[in-house]
């Protein structure tokens, strides 16, 4: 039975950087069947994939197009997690985000995890 | 990035009845392995989004057989049966077929 547990702060500063990090039980981040992705959500954009690392002989990561050059995902074998670093916020970043497993043999999300609301303000 | 569009936007039911939504996508969803990398998600109010849908057709463990997924290339359909009371809630499509994956605006389908 998988699970993702998140964690890390709900209020950020502007320009400052907003770090979650996601607990993996019942499975491994190093997975060759698993992808680790953030996803956040907000009222006025919706659901938003963001970026993704998974290992696949080598680690890989992925990221969203419009988010690409202000994320870092990275994975911690040590701890079995995976976290997101998303730096310079504004106000726009306010969102609800969560961190997501994507499974190889059904090509999509299928376990999420409780989702952190996150506010950018002063 | 693939555009994926939904309708209705809104979907009151009765229960007991049918109901069905659309995701129309702006680039074909079918891989050359053959698969449709179209999926279903319903959101329950505060609740994390739940697979419902993988793959255009296949139905995720614990899904109600009153689901089904159809459709192929750019045009994708998620029906309800018969639709119950435990349904009510945000209804998103979503592609992986491209390396960046891309959600649909969502349906919020309520009860009539």
């Known amino acids: 039975h998988v699970q993702l547990q998140q964690s890390g702060p709900g209020l950020v500063k502007p320009s400052q950087t907003l770090s979650l990090t996601c607990g993996i039980s019942g499975d491994t981040v190093s997975s060759n069947l698993s992808a680790w992705n953030w996803v956040r959500q907000s009222p006025s954009r919706g659901l938003e994939w963001l970026g993704r690392?998974?290992?696949?002989?080598?680690?890989?990561?992925d990221y969203s197009t419009f988010i690409k050059s202000r994320m870092s995902v990275n994975p911690d074998t040590s701890k079995n997690q995976f976290s997101l670093q998303l730096r310079s916020v504004t106000p726009e970043d306010t969102a609800v985000y969560y961190c997501?497993?994507?499974?190889?043999?059904?090509?999509?999300?299928?376990?999420w995890g409780q989702g952190t609301l996150v506010t950018v303000s002063s | 990035d693939v555009m994926l569009t939904q309708s209705p936007l809104s979907l009151p039911v009765i229960p007991g009845e049918p109901a069905s939504i659309s995701c129309r996508s702006s680039q074909s969803l079918l891989h050359s392995n053959g698969y449709n990398y179209l999926h279903w998600y319903l959101q329950k109010p505060g609740q994390s989004p739940q697979l419902l849908i993988y793959?255009?057709?296949n139905r995720a463990s614990g899904v109600p057989g009153r689901f089904s997924g159809s459709g192929s290339g750019t045009d994708f359909t998620l029906k309800i049966s018969r639709v119950e009371a435990e349904d009510v809630g945000v209804y998103y499509c979503?592609?992986?077929?491209?390396?960046?994956?891309?959600f649909g605006q969502g349906t919020k389908v309520e009860i009539k």
């Open positions: 979503l592609q992986t077929v491209q390396p960046t994956w891309t």
């Open positions: 997501v497993r994507a499974e190889r043999t059904k090509g999509t999300f299928d376990i």
């Open positions: 690392t998974y290992h696949r002989s080598r680690w890989h990561t």
């Open positions: 793959l255009g057709s």
